[in-house]
């Protein structure tokens, strides 16, 4: 019995102490997709119409898939939310500065806006001169149309 006795306490001791001592897991998160998967993901939800889920499979594509940015921005300007889309299209400008339709999306949210307007024009500008088409060119002709409209400014 003595034994017994001695033990009993020894091993509630070292229960409590395993209990608090225990050491924390660590899980690793293995994205079995792709940033482009997420890309295109974000596009078929976007195209359905459900845009939080497109937002969703943005944000997990954007760190490795620069155009995630843009769409993500597409999304926010879609729902309102302008500011949001003003600061994704930076952010996508930063990573792609020549791409042209970034730059006629971001004047074109600065018009809405109503804020720097002569940065708009100049991004406006800038996307009709690099415009990949005629369909692009004319898209982004009224951007700067309309830009110039709200300055006042005659071509």
Do not use: F
């Amino acid at each position: 019995m003595t034994r017994n006795r001695l033990l009993i306490p020894l091993v509630l001791a070292l229960g409590i102490a395993a209990v608090g001592c225990a050491m924390p897991r660590i899980s690793v998160y293995d994205d079995p997709l792709s940033a482009k998967e997420h890309l295109q993901l974000g596009m078929a939800n976007e195209s359905k119409g459900d845009l939080e889920a497109a937002a969703s499979e943005y944000r997990q594509a954007m760190h490795r898939e620069p155009l995630a940015r843009l769409y993500l921005g597409n999304v926010y300007y879609g729902q309102g939310r302008l500011q949001d889309a003003e600061g994704e299209y930076r952010a996508a400008l930063e990573r792609l500065p020549e791409n042209p339709e970034i730059m006629n999306n971001l004047a074109w949210v600065l018009l809405r806006r109503g804020v720097k307007l002569e940065e708009a024009q100049d991004l406006a500008e800038r996307a009709v001169s690099r415009a990949p088409n005629a369909q692009a060119a004319t898209a982004y002709q009224d951007t700067l149309s309309a830009i110039r409209a709200a300055r006042a400014v005659p071509k």
